[in-house]
């Protein structure tokens, strides 16, 4: 463990398994292991928070009791909207270090505290990625996440780097030209950042006479996206990003701000490798909210095997809908649950004459057609009927072709989805500044594809 001697997250580690020790065990071992955590995590949080005690009440169970790891089960599901009803029974908030928010780019921004007790666990997973990295002491790593305004990935993704003992370059996702300069001066080795900001950022380098594919970066640290699809190719956006900077590896952090850390990719791209030793995953049908098939679409459901966090999350429904599950070995050699990519958005699915539409899906057709720089859907409600309808915004470098590029994206969603959806085509730029303007609400972190208007 390379953990700095006499930090603040050193202090603590040792509640927090060292970095792939957990992942070493066979399945069997994983699993048991879970089980004692929960049961010890249902016993502080009964004693400590007050809406999960009147849960237990309820429901008729007392973890003091001896209670099997099983009881999980009986529990009640919870939701962002069960955060803003009850927060002020679900929040431990004494010896606070920390806030952090949803972004609110689907409602009400949700503010949580962390304990000081808490820190480790969203900090050590972050190291375990910048670990699969090959990233450590010395190595120059451009950081353009926010590490302010309450967002989660850039604060603890940059303390995760300092504990790694890599050389933090502060930048953020601003002042582009500068940030030109500092690869210049600087010569990073890696990068943490949003791919579609890495992407902008390339043209920026071009007009400032620096070609990305001759700079110093090799290996980034992408989150706030899924760069893969359901079947574990990557998407056009990943590979335009590893050909246009000449990168060897990007290896990407999956989480949420509500419970943190959830899991990452090995360096063979086999799906999110579940930190089963911080969280305990479930897939369920949104509809049924019962366990789907490994081979099946469902809701990821989120449970904290440490009951000390400022919100512990028990059967916290995430409202990302993910395209697969397996306790396979992967050829990495951990066993621990992976999941397939993230393919949208419960709260995002469209209805149109009668099938549901995942806009991700469809970004992902629309995005491999060539000519297609950028895409966004926006999606609206007919007040008439109460019918959803959307259209796809697709920018086009070359203007001249963009009835030509416009009937390759409705060739490409017509041969999966039997229906006719407007496409607009546009000028790159204006699909970008739209982007733009939207990742402003985020700080810059996340750059939206999908505005719901409805």
Same mark, same amino acid.
């Given at each position: ?7 603040? @997250? ?19 071992? @994983? ?108 190595? &120059? ?198 999941? &397939? ?114």
């Amino acid at each position: 463990m390379n953990t700095t001697a006499g930090s603040p @997250i050193a202090s603590t580690f040792r509640q927090v398994s060292d970095l792939g020790e957990y992942e070493r065990l066979d399945r069997e071992s @994983i699993v048991d292991r879970q089980r004692l955590q929960v049961v010890e995590m249902l016993r502080r949080v009964y004693d400590e928070v007050p809406f999960y005690r009147a849960a237990f009440d309820q429901c008729h169970l007392d973890p003091r009791d001896g209670l099997e790891a099983s009881a999980l089960q009986q529990l009640p599901l919870i939701s962002k909207a069960t955060l803003r009803a009850h927060h002020h029974e679900l929040y431990v908030a004494d010896d606070p270090i920390d806030f952090v928010s949803s972004s609110g780019t689907a409602g009400e921004p949700i503010i949580l505290p962390v304990r000081r007790i808490e820190e480790p666990l969203r900090v050590v997973p972050i190291r375990r990625v910048l670990q699969e990295l090959g990233l450590g002491r010395g190595d &120059g790593v451009l950081h353009n996440f926010n590490m302010f305004a309450l967002y989660v990935i850039g604060y603890y993704s940059a303390l995760a780097l300092r504990e790694q003992g890599c050389a933090l370059i502060r930048t953020g996702p601003s002042m582009e030209e500068r940030q030109i300069d500092v690869i210049r001066q600087l010569k990073p080795v890696g990068f943490v950042g949003n791919p579609f900001f890495m992407l902008s950022l390339a043209d920026i380098a071009r007009r400032c006479g620096l070609e990305p594919r001759t700079a110093s970066l090799r290996k980034g640290l992408l989150a706030t996206a899924t760069p893969f699809d359901a079947s574990l190719q990557p998407r056009e956006t990943r590979r335009q990003l590893e050909e246009t900077w000449n990168l060897e590896l990007t290896i990407t952090h999956y989480g949420a701000s509500e419970v943190g850390p959830i899991g990452y990719e090995c360096r063979y791209h086999q799906g999110y490798h579940i930190h089963e030793d911080i969280v305990l995953a479930e897939l369920l049908d949104p509809q049924t909210l019962q366990p789907v098939a490994a081979n099946e679409v469902g809701e990821l459901v989120i449970t904290h095997l440490d009951g000390r966090r400022g919100f512990t999350a028990i059967r916290y429904r995430t409202g990302d809908l993910i395209a697969w599950s397996t306790t396979d070995q992967c050829v990495c050699g951990r066993r621990t649950l992976r999941l &397939g990519p993230v393919i949208g958005r419960v709260d995002q699915q469209l209805k149109l004459r009668g099938q549901n539409i995942v806009p991700d899906f469809l970004l992902t057709l629309i995005d491999g057609v060539q000519g297609v720089s950028a895409a966004v859907i926006e999606a609206f409600r007919r007040e008439d009927t109460g019918e959803d309808w959307f259209r796809v915004k697709i920018g086009v470098e070359d203007v001249q072709a963009s009835d030509t590029i416009a009937n390759l994206v409705r060739a490409k969603i017509a041969a999966h989805i039997p229906t006719q959806i407007p496409i607009e085509a546009l000028p790159a730029e204006l699909v970008r500044t739209q982007q733009r303007e939207s990742a402003a609400k985020t700080g810059g972190n996340k750059v939206s594809r999908f505005f719901d208007r409805r």
